[in-house]
């Protein structure tokens, strides 16, 4: 980051954001005005191209036509590999985190090509969707509080060996193959399945991204009242189906 200003890009709200999505971006923004940053938020269109300057990039979910359609821009940008080359922070949900995978399948049932920014590889379930809250532990190399957020997807992710799951559900299917893992991650580049939107349910994973960007290990603590009372009926209506 430099010293002038946190700089957030939200990619493709006009296609990737399901489920209240841009509430990553909204919490993301608040939470480090909260530490006094300076931010720059850039919510990029799809017909805008990828700045490759952002310190932290959010990419949504989305429904599986505007999930391909994103696909084929951001392959043909590539502005947001470069990003990722220079080093920054990508946080990616659901379609967002196929994308940014090796490959999907896409809404014509045809393998199509991701960002491989995560090695990570999606097809599609036979089942059916994968529907529900999900309660999880993320990776205890995260030191992060029980993950919580709710899932709808058909698509299955596998894990190949350069990427660690982001979490082990207790509940609900996450990656979808049965291993109870959900999302994955390497390095800066960070998958998960779930909404909520995820970061207001766990703004915990929002200032992880922010002290990645600052390279720092804590932030100034803040008000959680209202996260927690949100984390808390959550947890438990996960715990009660
Ligand atoms: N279209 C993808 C799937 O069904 C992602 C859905 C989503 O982003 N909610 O797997």
Redesign the pocket.
């Known amino acids: 980051m430099n010293d002038m200003a946190l700089r957030i890009v939200w990619v493709y709200p006009d296609l990737l954001s399901?489920y209240g999505d841009q509430g990553n971006a909204l919490v993301l923004e608040r939470r480090a005005q909260q530490r006094r940053l300076t931010v720059q938020r850039r919510d990029v269109r799809s017909d805008q191209a990828i700045p490759t300057d952002g310190d932290i990039y959010l990419i949504g979910?989305?429904?599986?036509r505007p999930?391909r359609l994103a696909a084929e821009r951001l392959r043909r940008d590539g502005g947001l590999n470069r990003a990722s080359d220079n080093g920054a922070i990508i946080f990616s949900v659901?379609?967002g985190y196929?994308i940014l995978g090796h490959e999907f399948v896409n809404d014509l049932g045809q393998r199509e090509q991701g960002l491989g920014l995560l090695d990570v590889t999606s097809g599609r379930g036979e089942a059916e969707r994968c529907v529900g809250d999900v309660l999880g532990d993320v990776d205890s190399r995260l030191g992060l509080p029980a993950l919580t957020g709710f899932e709808?997807?058909?698509?299955v992710t596998h894990l190949g060996p350069h990427a660690r799951p982001f979490a082990q559900v207790r509940l609900g299917k996450g990656n979808g193959v049965g291993d109870g893992t959900e999302g994955a991650w390497n390095g800066t580049v960070f998958g998960t399945y779930l909404h909520g939107p995820v970061l207001a349910r766990n703004p915990q994973i929002a200032d992880l991204l922010i002290r990645l960007a600052l390279e720092v290990n804590n932030l100034n603590p803040v008000d959680e009242t209202w996260y927690e009372a949100l984390r808390a009926e959550r947890i438990a209506a996960a715990q009660a189906v």
């Not at 979910?61 to 599986?64: I, N, T």
């Not at 709808?152 to 698509?155: I, L």
């Open positions: 399901t979910g989305g429904e599986d999930q659901c379609a196929q709808n997807h058909q698509g």
